[in-house]
């Protein structure tokens, strides 16, 4: 039996690109909203963090913030920041956009949390991609390609997301 006043297991998702201006603020509003829309937003946290620091405390590309808005997330509050060492350990899982940046973070990763570490689109139900490629240079297209398949992936988290607390919510 589960103790009504016990505090509910939480789980905490970390997405990383390289300046955390397009990829993965995109990824962290998305999932952002999937979790809040499944009723899950006092169990999972949500953030996203660049493997470089080109962009600290600003709001994520003008073009990623207006095609999310047009297909209804927020990414407004959002602001860039470095990852930091401490976000290995808590965080419970931290994906990548791409392989460059899933080697950078393995590189930074202590050992006893590199099994945190994947890619995005391992997530992914509909797409298959190794990689959400970066539209940084590219046109509306390239935007549009990022929701994609952070949309199919964010299904695909969340279902892993609530196996997960599941897991963590059973007696011992």
């Given at each position: 039996m589960q103790d009504e006043h016990a505090p509910a297991a939480t789980y905490s998702v970390l997405f990383v690109c390289m300046g955390n201006i397009c990829r993965s603020p995109t990824a962290h509003g998305v999932f952002r909203h999937k979790v809040v829309?499944?009723?899950?937003?006092?169990?999972?946290?949500?953030?996203?963090?660049?493997t470089h620091n080109?962009?600290?405390?600003?709001?994520?590309?003008?073009?990623?913030?207006?095609h999310a808005a047009q297909r209804g997330y927020d990414l407004s509050s959002l602001r860039a920041r470095q990852m930091l060492p401490r976000d290995f350990g808590q965080h419970d899982l931290i994906l990548a956009m791409d392989w460059d940046n899933l080697t950078l973070a393995q590189e930074r990763c202590q050992p006893e949390h590199a099994h945190k570490l994947r890619r995005m689109t391992e997530f992914c139900q509909q797409f298959d991609s190794p990689v959400v490629p970066d539209p940084y240079y590219g046109g509306a297209a390239g935007f549009e390609e990022v929701l994609d398949l952070v949309e199919d992936a964010c299904e695909g988290l969340l279902h892993h997301v609530r196996q997960q607390l599941q897991l963590r919510a059973r007696p011992r």
């Open positions: 829309h499944s009723g899950l937003a006092d169990q999972v946290r949500v953030d996203s963090a660049g080109y962009h600290p405390g600003e709001a994520p590309d003008d073009r990623s913030q207006r």
